[in-house]
């Protein structure tokens, strides 16, 4: 079960965005946070993938450098694109529709602050052959309570965004 907590580094974010089911005329801020919400999905999946090229680390082995370097160019690309993506977005003209809209840049600086500074110091080990499980656990360990952090924020503002805008929230499958 160790390796199961390795599949969180950028995870966290997916499963706890929930999607927003409309009631009444309120289509345009459902839209809105169903792409934050699919956007995480994004940056899940390619957590996931660096999670599963490191299981080795953490397990006391080693990694294949090459593969955990594809996966970190994996997540670099995939915010990136999310980042394109959701600069192209406009929010709710509401107070929190601009709230959630802020909340969530930040939440993506922080996911790529990460990205640039613990999961390139994680690769970095890898492939100069020192990787340190207890160094790498470490690493993933300061991911998660930032991600935590910021997720928490992030829920937030969703929860008043959602209940300005009369919307249920509903748990991200």
């Known amino acids: 079960m160790k390796g199961k907590r390795l599949y969180r580094p950028l995870g966290l974010a997916v499963v706890?965005?929930?999607?927003?089911?409309?009631?009444?005329?309120?289509?345009?801020?459902?839209?809105?946070?169903?792409?934050?919400?699919e956007y995480n999905k994004r940056l899940n999946g390619a957590g996931k993938k660096f999670g599963e090229a490191i299981a080795p680390v953490v397990q006391g082995?080693?990694?294949?450098?090459?593969?955990?370097?594809?996966?970190?160019?994996?997540?670099?690309?995939?915010?990136?694109?999310?980042?394109?993506?959701?600069?192209?977005?406009?929010p709710p003209p509401s107070a929190t529709g601009k709230r959630l809209a802020?909340?969530?840049?930040?939440?993506?600086?922080?996911?790529?602050?990460?990205?640039?500074?613990?999961?390139?110091?994680?690769?970095?080990?890898?492939e100069q052959g020192k990787s340190n499980p207890g160094q790498v656990q470490s690493l993933l360990l300061e991911i998660s309570q930032r991600e935590s952090r910021?997720?928490?924020?992030?829920?937030?503002?969703?929860?008043e965004f959602a209940k300005e805008n009369g919307i249920r929230l509903q748990a991200a499958p």
């Open 16 to 37: 706890a965005l929930a999607a927003l089911v409309a009631a009444g005329c309120a289509g345009e801020a459902v839209r809105f946070n169903n792409s934050l919400a």
């Open 61 to 90: 082995g080693n990694a294949d450098a090459a593969q955990v370097r594809s996966a970190y160019n994996g997540m670099v690309s995939t915010l990136e694109g999310i980042k394109r993506d959701f600069n192209a977005m406009t």
């Open 102 to 126: 802020d909340t969530y840049r930040k939440f993506l600086q922080g996911q790529e602050t990460m990205i640039k500074n613990q999961l390139a110091q994680i690769v970095q080990m890898v």
């Open 150 to 159: 910021d997720l928490g924020e992030l829920q937030q503002v969703q929860r």
